[in-house]
């Protein structure tokens, strides 16, 4: 079977991002309360909580609202302010195990990469690594309207548009480690479709965190625990006639 294009989620899938971003939040709030460290609130109190409020919500705008008590303006206005934060933040997070060869061992595919984190900073991270030139598209928030944001498939035919891919040469994976993520790609095949494209979108989780998708009102159409097992998802589609 062939596989046209691989649309990757980056945060909590290619790297491990939960620290540095919990950090950037911090700085964030600071925008809006000089004394936030002093009373910080209990999801960004330590990575544990911060993990589990992360994938208890379904993106960070509702994280904000629950956790920070944020209201739509205040979200907006955060939004406006994370990129700035972030390229202050030096930290480079770390790539998961194994990632750097199963990019390679997939170098003949088309790949992208759609996000919420900043397409420059991802960038900086790739080329840290080594690891940008197997990419030839990244969208990131500052590239998609802030109310067209995750799950809305937005960016996922954007990044598609950048890859110079219609959505019907083949079949489409989307590799992500959140519930949001198996619906932003099931609902950028239902858009394809319905624009008149014979689109077939598959979602592939990968992380530990994958053990709670019991939960997630769409389910993955392929779980991975690591790299190794996500590259033998690949290779068994491509083995199939």
């Keep these: 079977m062939k596989i046209a294009g691989i649309l990757w989620d980056y945060d909590g899938t290619i790297v491990d991002s939960a620290r540095k971003n ?47 008590g944020f209201a739509p303006d205040q979200i907006e206005a955060a939004g406006k302010l994370w990129s700035p934060c972030q390229k202050k933040n030096t930290v480079i ?16 595919v088309r790949m992208g990469i759609c996000s919420q984190n900043s397409s420059d900073s991802i960038r900086d991270v790739l080329t840290h690594y080594g690891t940008l030139d197997y990419f030839g598209c990244i969208i990131g928030h500052d590239d998609v309207p802030f109310d067209r944001q995750k799950p809305d498939p937005e960016g996922f035919l954007a990044c598609l548009r950048g890859l110079d891919l ?28 319905s624009a008149g494209i014979n689109a077939e979108v598959r979602a592939v ?37």
Aim: contains cysteine; glycine residues 8%.
């Design 22 to 68: 919990m950090s950037v939040t911090i700085d964030v709030l600071r925008y809006f309360d000089e004394k936030i460290d002093e009373h910080l609130p209990e999801a960004l109190q330590s990575y544990e909580k911060y993990q589990e409020a992360n994938y208890r919500y379904k993106n960070w705008k509702d994280m904000y609202a629950a956790c920070c």
């Design 93 to 108: 997070p770390d790539m998961f195990e194994g990632l750097p060869e199963v990019f390679k061992r997939l170098s003949g």
């Design 166 to 193: 219609r959505g019907d040469e083949g079949l489409l994976l989307y590799i992500g480690d959140h519930s949001e993520d198996v619906a932003f790609g099931k609902r950028a095949g239902s858009r394809l479709c």
């Design 205 to 241: 989780t990968v992380g530990s965190y994958a053990g709670s998708r019991e939960t997630w009102r769409m389910q993955p159409d392929y779980t991975a625990g690591n790299a190794s097992e996500l590259l033998s998802i690949f290779e068994s589609i491509l083995n199939k006639s």
